[in-house]
């Protein structure tokens, strides 16, 4: 790495001065040329597409039995006219719930950052791609910029569900979205801040509460809210509304309050959606048969 | 880290600590034992021991096991690959004190060979292996990594780190653990390029050396 950037408003700062693709690469690895960095990054694109292509599949059901086949429910209904979000939110939030369904049924993703959260960034991603016709090329920028608001998050608190919470995945997954979104459409870097700021102020606290401990119930669900959320994150900074508060000092609370979590809300499965009463007669249920 | 730490790794899921890091934790195992050996006892521990079906821990670390990488679709079917290949294979869930709750403890046998490795996945698919046959270790697979297992005897250290100096292999980090003075100990050398095999025949051969095994990143 070039420079050793630990928050946005160092990012912001480094892009002042010379351009934010440079600022959007400062965590590129530091014994690859460019040309390389590149090509890596350009080979996750086709892992990121099969992977909404094998969760588009109406028959798929993961090893619980618990999800699957519901992302070609959503992209019918975005199809048939049927959702009240317009067509660019459905088709970002099928892609992304087809990504999780995918990654439920133990599909080949692309973690961003995690596994948990792997929907968010290629749903919302791809979506964009379609709708402005860019180029994979013309992604990359925004894929940059996306990893250098992840790294930050991750060295400032945690990118870990059992650290942090739901905040700290899905809530990462959908602030680094919202910057690259803030980037594909021309946005300033401290745009792309203010965009990672919305997004994780919007969801400080979110838990992580898995229905019997699999990445299921409520997580594939959650990285439709994730990509919802990154969109209109993305849409509050491109208007020019700075975030009221420092994107920086946001993450450092999503770690305080990360740190103040129970171990219940953190990926263990026994607090919140998991404690439904409803949580254990359907994990019982659903799995009897296999 | 940098940012493919972040947008990465590509893997089967449905997560990077119960899939990915057991997948790892099962390669390693294999590695270190350098063949697919006959049987395998797989002890999980902790969360490994309670979400080990929903999470697919089984058919990861059996297609560790089996030599496959973390994004390799064939660990969707290991089980089955599993039996083709011969391996007779039992899960016992365990309470292996004083570990990270996501600790796998495997013991592959076959024609008289025996090795047992404990391993803990600790998040983002990063593994730990912490004991090698009852010895301490501490090494994470995401380097070229030489294992000694040897007698507690005064100059073995500098006899290994001497030829790995002639060889121009420049150790990362290391870790030398003895059960007492004089008994079994163990050395675990993570270095920036893997030892040839020759160099490690070489080490075999040293006084009071009773293994030595170099494997690649995981």
Same mark, same amino acid.
């Given at each position: 790495?070039?420079?050793?950037? @630990?928050?946005?408003?160092? +990012? ?5 001065? !010379? ?14 040329? $460019? ?25 798929? =059901?993961?090893?619980?039995? +618990? ?6 429910? +959503?992209?019918?209904?975005?199809? @048939? ?9 459905? $088709? ?50 925004? !894929? ?5 608001? @992840? ?45 990672? @700021? ?23 669900? =959650? ?12 849409? +509050? ?28 809300? =953190? ?24 | ?42 002890? #999980? ?35 089955? #690959? ?21 600790? &796998? ?52 250290? %500098? ?12 150790? %990362? ?11 079994? &100990? ?11 095999? &020759? ?20």
């Amino acid at each position: 790495m070039r420079q050793n950037i @630990g928050s946005l408003a160092e +990012l912001v700062a480094y892009a002042e001065e !010379f351009g934010i693709e440079e600022a959007a690469r400062c965590f590129e690895p530091d014994e690859e040329t $460019r040309a390389q960095t590149d090509a890596r990054m350009l080979a996750l694109l086709p892992v990121m597409r099969q992977s909404v292509e094998d969760g588009m599949d109406p028959a798929l =059901r993961s090893m619980s039995g +618990l999800t699957g086949g519901r992302a070609a429910m +959503l992209k019918d209904a975005v199809t @048939g006219g049927k959702t009240v979000g317009g067509a660019l939110l459905g $088709r970002a939030a099928a892609r992304a719930l087809a990504v999780a369904e995918s990654n439920a049924a133990m599909g080949r993703i692309v973690a961003a950052p995690t596994a948990g959260a792997c929907g968010i960034l290629p749903g919302v991603m791809l979506t964009l791609a379609e709708e402005y016709g860019l180029a994979d090329r013309a992604l990359l920028p925004g !894929f940059y910029m996306s990893a250098a608001v @992840g790294a930050i998050i991750a060295k400032r608190a945690s990118i870990s569900g059992a650290q942090g919470g739901c905040q700290a995945e899905c809530g990462a997954a959908s602030a680094m979205t919202a910057a690259a979104a803030v980037v594909l459409r021309g946005g300033s870097c401290r745009q792309a801040a203010d965009a990672a @700021g919305f997004a994780l102020m919007n969801v400080m606290g979110l838990v992580c509460d898995p229905v019997g401990g699999l990445v299921e119930v409520p997580c594939v669900y =959650r990285n439709v809210a994730g990509a919802a959320q990154a969109l209109a994150a993305a849409d +509050l900074a491109l208007a020019g509304i700075a975030c009221p508060l420092p994107p920086d000092e946001i993450i450092d609370q999503m770690k305080a309050v990360g740190d103040m979590m129970p171990s219940a809300l =953190r990926e263990t499965g026994l607090g919140g959606c998991a404690a439904c009463p409803s949580a254990l007669r359907m994990l019982k249920t659903e799995t009897e048969p296999d | 880290m940098d940012l493919f730490d972040i947008l990465g790794p590509v893997m089967i899921g449905p997560s990077s600590s119960h899939t990915a890091g057991a997948a790892r934790i099962g390669r390693v195992a294999r590695r270190l034992f350098g063949r697919l050996p006959e049987e395998a006892l797989i002890e #999980l521990s902790g969360s490994f021991a309670m979400t080990w079906q929903g999470h697919g821990i089984d058919r990861a670390i059996l297609g560790g096991l089996m030599d496959f990488a973390v994004d390799d679709e064939r660990l969707r079917n290991s089980r089955a #690959l599993a039996d083709k290949a011969g391996l007779r294979y039992r899960f016992e869930q365990v309470s292996l004190p004083d570990t990270h709750p996501n600790t &796998a403890r495997l013991t592959l046998t076959d024609h008289g060979d025996r090795l047992c490795v404990t391993a803990a996945s600790i998040g983002g698919g990063r593994i730990r292996v912490t004991e090698i046959d009852g010895l301490e270790v501490g090494f994470s697979g995401d380097m070229p990594t030489l294992i000694i297992q040897h007698r507690d005897e005064p100059g073995v250290i %500098a006899d290994v780190t001497r030829l790995l100096a002639e060889a121009g292999l420049n150790i %990362a980090t290391m870790r030398a653990f003895r059960q007492h003075q004089g008994g079994e &100990a163990a050395m675990a050398l993570e270095l920036d390029a893997r030892p040839d095999p &020759a160099l490690v025949r070489c080490l075999m051969s040293l006084l009071y050396i009773e293994r030595a095994v170099a494997i690649d990143k995981i």
